[in-house]
């Protein structure tokens, strides 16, 4: 997706979020859901379509992947043997697009193509607004100037650019603190965040970061998992990066 397409009422969009992100979208007013491999924020279409929006606004902030077929990503449906057609299989209730069991004379078909086409799903991307992260995984920020330690989550796919744009730890205080950050953005806590240049240890020296390449190009691996299996708590070796003040303040 080009910058351009990623501009919401939002903000700027990211090309990828965490599922904690998107479970804190969980409202008729803000509605995110995560779908396969992408994210959608459906809150217009839920808006426009309130008669049918129930099933969408109760799983609102959750991954809905299971409502569909993962191969031909249709409505998962069911053979019935009393009126011996296939019918959606919809237990959470009929949504948005869904057509009805019996027919009815309200039901538009140009609207959808029986059970084959979902239009948000396949044919509309306007809902589309990046994809959901398969690498979570957590990073220690310490603030050399502050003596700040923050831990957050962050998506193994992003560059450390992205890392810094997009989620960061508040460095606004001067007291030595660990604290856990989800979704706060860098410069919402500190407008010179472009300041700070970003470190990590390679070969027992501090050595200024590539910002555009992943933690994972960087060699800074995820050995959570590692950790896991052996039965070590994982935030006892935690991945760790340095950002040193630059003290030539960018522009307010």
């Known amino acids: 997706m080009s910058p351009q397409m ?16 998107v479970k804190a979208h969980n409202s008729a007013d803000d509605a995110w859901f995560s779908l396969f491999d992408k994210v959608l924020d459906l809150t217009k279409l839920i808006a426009k379509n309130t008669a049918l929006a129930t099933p969408l606004i109760d799983c609102a902030g959750s991954d809905i ?7 031909s990503r249709t409505v998962k449906s069911y053979y019935s043997q009393v009126k011996k057609v296939a019918l959606p299989y919809i237990p959470m209730g009929r949504f948005i697009h869904v057509p009805p069991s019996e027919p009815s004379s309200k039901w538009c ?9 979902i239009p948000w799903l396949w044919s509309d991307t306007q809902y589309i607004i990046g994809n959901i992260s398969r690498n979570v995984r957590k990073l220690r920020v310490v603030n ?8 957050f989550e962050v998506c193994g796919e992003e560059t450390i650019k992205e890392i810094q744009t997009r989620r960061g730890p508040v460095f606004s205080g001067v007291t030595k603190s660990v604290h856990t950050r989800r979704n706060n953005s860098y410069t919402e806590y500190n407008t010179h965040a472009q300041s700070y240049t970003w470190k990590y240890l390679k070969d027992r020296t501090f050595v200024p970061i590539e910002m555009s390449k992943t933690l994972e190009q960087l060699g800074i691996v995820d050995e959570s998992k590692v950790f896991e299996h052996a039965g070590i708590n994982q935030d006892q070796y935690m991945p760790v990066v340095h950002i040193y003040f630059n003290d030539d303040l960018t522009d307010d």
Do not use: I, M
Request: glycine content about 4%; proline content about 2%; hydrophobic content about 20%.
């Open 65 to 71: 992947s299971h409502w569909f077929n993962s191969k």
């Open 6 to 21: 990623l501009l919401t009422q939002h903000g700027r969009r990211r090309r990828f979020y965490t599922p904690e992100e």
């Open 109 to 117: 078909t140009s609207d959808s193509n029986g059970l084959e086409e």
């Open 144 to 151: 050399t100037l502050t003596q700040q330690s923050d831990v």
